[in-house]
């Protein structure tokens, strides 16, 4: 179950009453502690307190866009963003970017044909930063037929720069990312020098790719996520993000390194 993972809200919960006997087996038989629940129980308290819902509890639709669409509000989702962007793993010391003036970087954009990913907002974020000599782009969905062919190609690229726009959405069947685009990624490690890969959506995919020398998650492919995880990338800003949820051995809840 999630809650074994540190999730503290499940959403549509298949049948409310086995959830909730669930999770009183898994205290009873001692898989997570009582107080764990608890403190779940205490964030979203918080939260509600802080939200003010207890004095609003009926949501007046026609101030919804001026909020949500305020300074203050974009702003807020702003430092929201600077604050999530979460560096994982940096062998190498691929990040951030550095004395990129002169080198040639290749941007393989992924996803699982599930969503309609932000892959061209990423792309003009990115060439907005001028820092390569030469800049070039794949925009990949579903089952790959030319791997060799894209990793021939990547040979030539002192970079590799991989957004990956895979999200976990209710009854698509799958979470992660076709095996030919892990194929393709596991082979660019083993032929390639420096790659980094960028995470939009699903934290859990390192899983699939794990000697991969640079791994960032940013959770969202929203335009604020992407900036801030770009700003990120050049030294802009501080990764100062931490992991909301166990991925494995290696990076647990609360990992994340700083610069």
């Keep these: 179950m999630f809650l074994l993972q540190g999730v503290d809200l499940i959403l549509m919960p298949q049948g409310e009453t086995r959830t909730i ?62 604050k999530s962007i979460t560096l994982v793993k940096n062998s190498g010391d ?15 954009s992924m996803n699982n044909g599930n969503e309609k990913a932000n892959s061209d907002y990423f792309l003009k974020t990115f ?11 794949y925009d990949l969905s579903g089952d790959i037929t030319n791997t060799s062919e894209i990793i021939s190609d990547a040979a030539g690229y002192d970079l590799i720069i991989i957004p990956i726009y895979a999200k976990v959405k209710i009854k698509t069947g799958t979470v992660g990312l076709p095996s ?32 991969v020398g640079s791994y960032v998650c940013a959770y969202s492919d929203s335009e604020v996520s992407i900036e801030a995880a770009v700003d990120a990338a050049f ?4 990764f100062t993000g931490k992991l909301p949820v166990t991925i494995s051995n290696n990076f647990g809840f609360g990992h994340g390194i700083t610069n």
């Design 94 to 108: 691929v990040l951030p970017f550095t004395e990129q003036q002169q080198k040639k970087c290749l941007i393989i």
């Design 127 to 137: 060439k907005e930063t001028n820092q390569f000599s030469e800049l070039s782009f």
């Design 235 to 238: 030294g802009k800003i501080k």
């Design 180 to 211: 030919s685009q892990l194929d393709l990624i596991n082979g660019l490690t083993a032929s390639s020098g420096k790659i980094c890969i960028i995470s939009f959506g699903n934290p859990y995919l390192i899983q699939g790719f794990p000697e």
């Design 21 to 82: 006997d669930a999770i009183e087996g898994l205290v009873l038989n001692g898989s997570i502690s009582e107080e764990r629940i608890n403190s779940s129980v205490r964030k979203i308290l918080n939260a509600k307190q802080w939200l003010k819902l207890y004095e609003n509890k009926i949501v007046d639709e026609s101030i919804v866009s001026n909020i949500v669409n305020s300074a203050d509000s974009k702003a807020l989702a702003r430092e929201i963003a600077n």
